[in-house]
């Protein structure tokens, strides 16, 4: 049973930074994609970034060029740099590996961005 737990959210001022981690653990037989979704209040989850297992990443158009998925393979870890936070940031922030025809989900660490 693979188990994915997010970390590393709080409380932040605005144009903070927060860093995300994402820990899986359990029956790792292979090096998966890994992503990043949030979810605020009153809204769908939606997709924040991408790393696939060679190292590709996309992003969402709103955080483009404010953050930065990485992975440590070595550790099981993958993590979410966020810069420049905003306070439409808010939510709670998904940690998800992905499989063939679908995923598994982490349960979330809130990040909340105000002054």
């Known amino acids: 049973q693979v188990q994915l737990v997010e970390s590393g959210g709080g409380l932040v001022q605005p144009g903070g930074s927060l860093r995300l981690s994402c820990a899986v653990s359990g029956s790792i037989s292979s090096i998966n994609a890994m992503g990043w979704y949030r979810q605020a209040p009153g809204k769908q989850r939606e997709f924040v970034a991408i790393?696939?297992?060679?190292?590709?990443?996309n992003y969402a158009d709103s955080v483009k060029d404010r953050f930065t998925i990485s992975r440590d393979n070595t550790k099981n870890t993958v993590f979410l740099q966020m810069n420049s936070l905003k306070p439409e940031d808010t939510a709670i922030y998904y940690c998800?590996?992905?499989?063939?025809?679908?995923?598994?989900w982490g349960q979330g660490t809130q990040v909340t961005v105000s002054s």
């Open positions: 998800r590996r992905f499989y063939t025809g679908g995923g598994i």
């Open positions: 790393i696939s297992s060679s190292g590709t990443t």
